[in-house]
């Protein structure tokens, strides 16, 4: 009930293109719904969150759609950019157990020019 | 901005010594946290920390396993005995509320 999955494990797409990353979740407990972007050598960062009162939050590029009766969450990159190649991670957690996250295992993202 | 700091960036030890791995989060923030990450793969949570006392922690933070924050800046995680599969990337967090600042990491390999 803890587990976060995500996919896909890796990711090739064209510059412009559009990168779409998915998790789902099982614990109806979970409240926050964070996105970290991780480039090598580097601990992830936080790149946008979202809470299960809204259905879609949009920072610039980037998309989370949230979709709470079928637990499930997305992340959307538009006008994908060689820039945005990177390992991102979906996490969940509860804002009441000292934001203790559960992460996906990740997706590797590979954006060709 | 404000980031979190992390020494040293690569700690290479014999299995069975001790090692200490030290952070400096940031100045005003409340939690702090070790997360742990093998090979590129799934960030895994060790051990949160508030108010002085650990407030969670995993399956994987064992009696090895054991932090501090002796002054008011540096955090600490100390293994003391290490074992081969404790070689990943260690990292240090910290957060006023929900977003966690990570830092870039201690690369430790146990030979």
């Known amino acids: 009930q803890q587990q976060v999955k995500q996919s896909p494990q890796s990711l090739i797409v064209q510059k412009g293109g559009i990168s779409i990353i998915n998790c789902a979740y099982e614990n109806t407990a979970f409240d926050y719904f964070p996105w970290y972007q991780q480039f090598p050598g580097k601990g992830p960062a936080l790149l946008i969150a979202i809470r299960p009162d809204v259905s879609e939050k949009k920072e610039g590029r980037f998309t989370i759609s949230f979709n709470k009766s079928a637990k499930q969450f997305s992340l959307h990159i538009m006008d994908s950019q060689p820039g945005d190649s990177a390992t991102y991670f979906c996490a969940a957690g509860v804002m009441d157990s000292n934001y203790q996250l559960i992460w996906g295992a990740g997706t590797k993202l590979i954006i060709k020019p | 901005e404000p980031e979190v700091t992390q020494t040293p960036s690569h700690q290479v030890t014999q299995m069975g010594q001790e090692v200490i791995l030290r952070c400096v989060p940031i100045?005003?923030?409340?939690?702090f946290y070790w997360y742990r990450q093998i090979l590129g793969q799934k960030v895994e949570f060790l051990v949160s920390?508030?108010?002085?006392?650990?407030?969670?922690k995993s399956e994987i933070f064992d009696d090895q396993f054991s932090v501090e924050r002796p002054d008011g800046s540096n955090f600490t995680l100390k293994i003391r005995s290490t074992k081969l599969e404790d070689s990943a990337m260690y990292f240090c967090?910290?957060?006023?509320?929900?977003?966690?600042?990570f830092g870039s990491g201690t690369q430790l390999s146990v030979l």
């Open positions: 100045s005003n923030h409340l939690y």
């Open positions: 920390f508030y108010n002085n006392e650990i407030s969670e």
């Open positions: 967090a910290s957060s006023l509320y929900e977003k966690l600042f």
